[in-house]
């Protein structure tokens, strides 16, 4: 009787690896890329990877060896599973389709959600279209921000798999049963710093948002103070087109953490968040005027 149970579960499963192969396969796809290396062992070691192959119409949300060691080194097997589920989205995405989103925002549903464990909205991903072209992440958890940013496409299978790097994961409440990450409230930052008028250009056109998204890993913004828009040699914003005020605006962050001191040591130039593939816009720095400098990572330098 035992016997015949064996063979019948061993027919199973076997049935059930036949069944899992579509014309896709993530490991095959990853192992392309060597810098998403932990990131595909640990699909394998998970099993995500079967449930990857098995599923038509998904997008799968990679980030780097170097964020995968910081994010995830340490954390027990179940959790990494969890942790990495919430980065497969039960539908296809590919990088127009990201920039024509109706409404400017979707919620959608990821293999996490399909585990049951998932709580208060940890099951799904918010995408929103934010400005200049840039599409940002994040956990459809109460109370999250968007806190990762597409950063390019790496494999199109239309309509069945695409696979996108992120800035950053995506971090659902709960799923880490760690402590969240400091919350930094960039624009009351500003205005404790004497760069109101900075605080509200960046809030108006959009672009706090994006330095929201970035400043997990790391933020650098360079604000003119108040005094500064005041003087009479700053050059007009009032004369530039939207878009080239956000440019502006990007151009004064940059998408790491440099701390004050070590600006004068930093090699020119250097990429800010203005910088992409389509124009080039990098910094040289020049270092005057005060800085807040925070522990949580964020650089703010008011001249
Ligand atoms: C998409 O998946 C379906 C079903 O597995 C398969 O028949 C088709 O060939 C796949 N398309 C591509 C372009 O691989
Ligand atoms: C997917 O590709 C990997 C690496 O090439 C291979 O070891 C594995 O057997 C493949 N899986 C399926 C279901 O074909
Ligand atoms: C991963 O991305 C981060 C941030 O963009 C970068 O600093 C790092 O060098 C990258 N690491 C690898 C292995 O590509
Ligand atoms: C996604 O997050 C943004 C920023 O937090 C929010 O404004 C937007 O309403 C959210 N989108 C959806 C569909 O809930
Ligand atoms: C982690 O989860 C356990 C059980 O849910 C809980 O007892 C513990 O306080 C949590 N730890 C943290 C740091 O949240
Ligand atoms: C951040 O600070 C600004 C200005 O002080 C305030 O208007 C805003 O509500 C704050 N945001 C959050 C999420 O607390
Ligand atoms: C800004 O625009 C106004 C009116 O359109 C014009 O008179 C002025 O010269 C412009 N200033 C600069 C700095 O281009």
């Given amino acids: 009787m035992a016997t015949l149970r064996l063979i019948i579960i061993l027919t199973l499963s076997f049935t059930a690896t036949v069944i899992s192969v579509t014309g896709h396969n993530i490991t095959e796809i990853l192992n392309e890329f060597p810098s998403y290396t932990l990131f595909n062992n640990y699909l394998t070691q998970t099993k995500l990877n079967d449930e990857i192959n098995r599923r038509e119409t998904l997008t799968v949300l990679v980030f780097n060896d170097t964020i995968v060691s910081e994010y995830l080194s340490g954390l027990d097997i179940s959790v990494v599973k969890n942790a990495l589920s919430v980065h497969v989205l039960l539908d296809y995405f590919d990088l127009p389709k990201l920039q024509t989103i109706g409404g400017g925002s979707v919620m959608t549903t990821t293999l996490f959600q399909t585990t049951g464990e998932a709580e208060n909205g940890a099951g799904f991903v918010n995408i929103t279209d ?115 005020l956000i440019s502006l605006l990007l151009y004064h962050a940059l998408p790491v953490y440099v701390p004050k001191g070590s600006l004068l040591t930093v090699k020119n130039p250097i990429g800010t968040l203005a910088t992409n593939q389509v124009q080039k816009f990098d910094l040289t720095v020049r270092t005057n005027g005060d800085s807040v400098t925070l522990d949580s990572g964020v650089e703010m330098v008011c001249h």
Avoid: H, M, W
């Fill in 130 to 244: 934010l400005v200049a072209g840039k599409v940002g992440f994040g956990s459809g958890g109460s109370g999250s921000k968007l806190n990762a940013l597409f950063s390019r496409s790496v494999k199109q299978i239309p309509y069945n798999i695409s696979v996108i790097e992120i800035t950053s994961p995506i971090i659902a409440p709960g799923v880490l049963n760690r402590s969240q990450p400091l919350d930094v409230n960039i624009s009351s930052l500003l205005e404790k710093s004497g760069c109101k008028t900075f605080a509200k250009l960046i809030s108006d056109t959009g672009v706090l948002q994006i330095y929201e998204t970035t400043e997990p890993r790391g933020l650098t913004v360079f604000a003119p103070s108040d005094a500064a828009f005041n003087a009479a040699s700053l050059p007009d914003f009032k004369n530039l087109s939207n878009n080239d």
